[in-house]
DNA sequence: CCATATGTTACTCG
DNA sequence: ACGAGTAACATATG
């Protein structure tokens, strides 16, 4: 159920794995819909190309292939990739990357809604989603502006990916309560001081997601694990997700539980603003 | 049996 | 076109 700090451990992990030189000898499908074909490119072009970068962009892993071939790949909500990890994960095992040098990366996932994409191109990428967190061309200035120009509610923007991408369910809570915002209030109606401050939030809730190696709440195999099975530590810093009934740490207020998008919402509604619906403003 | 799950997308209706 | 709401995908866990 990774989002974009359990992604980029991922990633890290992975180009630590990938340093040398290195190709892919076989892939084996052991699930066809967990895989997506580029019309007129076989799998078999993919076999024996250069690894020349991964990288990542919101919750899209991008493995950069010379020739401009790519492999794309998202986790959705229980996808995992594995090093070198060969029985104890067996059972939902639904690709397997055999490179050169003889080690494995195994695309393993329970619910099977992960997919891996075989393509020529990032284009359908640039046109899905928006500017990652992490890019240089993340600003302040656009993101005000964008914002702005949306009715829906903050909560929906962010889960929705368009202007900003990585967030999930659990950062955007952490987020939204970090810069005191309503996750109900809508997006033209939040000021510049309050988006300023939420932009400065996605980087610093992202940034220490990451330094702590994602999020593992729950147990058991369908809950994040890094690529050699071992589970992160940032459920532990979470203040506000999952915490209903508990006292908000800045207030103290009993944290709030609701439903946005179908999704549990936590909120603490002293810190953050109530909405108000908009017909109470004639 | 019921509800829930860190994600996304397709569909309807207004 | 936009936004809200709903269901769907498939499986595990409490």
Redesign the pocket.
Known sequence: ???LP?VQTVVTELKNFFLKKNSLSKIDIL?Q?SIVLTKDIPLNSFLKKNISSISRQ???IIISLENNLYIII?????GHLFLNQKEEFK??TRVVFYLKDEKTVIFHD????GKVYFSNSLDFLKN??GIDPFDSSFKQDAFIEKIH?????IK?IL???KIV????????DEVLWQSKIHPLE??YNISNEQIIALYNAIKTVLSEGIKNK???????????MNTQGEF?KH?LSLNI??KEKMPCPICKNKIQ?T??????TYFCSKCQSEKIPSSFLE
Do not use: A, D
Not at 149 to 153: E, G, L, P, V
Not at 259 to 264: A, F, I, T
């Open positions: 159920m990774p989002e359990e699930n819909s919101g919750k899209y998202h986790l959705r909500m229980t059972k939902h329970t619910r099977k809604f899905k989603i120009k949306s009715k829906q509610s929906s889960l929705s990916q991408c990585g967030l999930g369910n659990i950062y955007v809508q997006g994602g999020c593992s709440l729950g147990k058991g195999i369908s809950n994040f992160g459920q997700y999952g539980k439903k946005v998008n179908q999704r549990s």
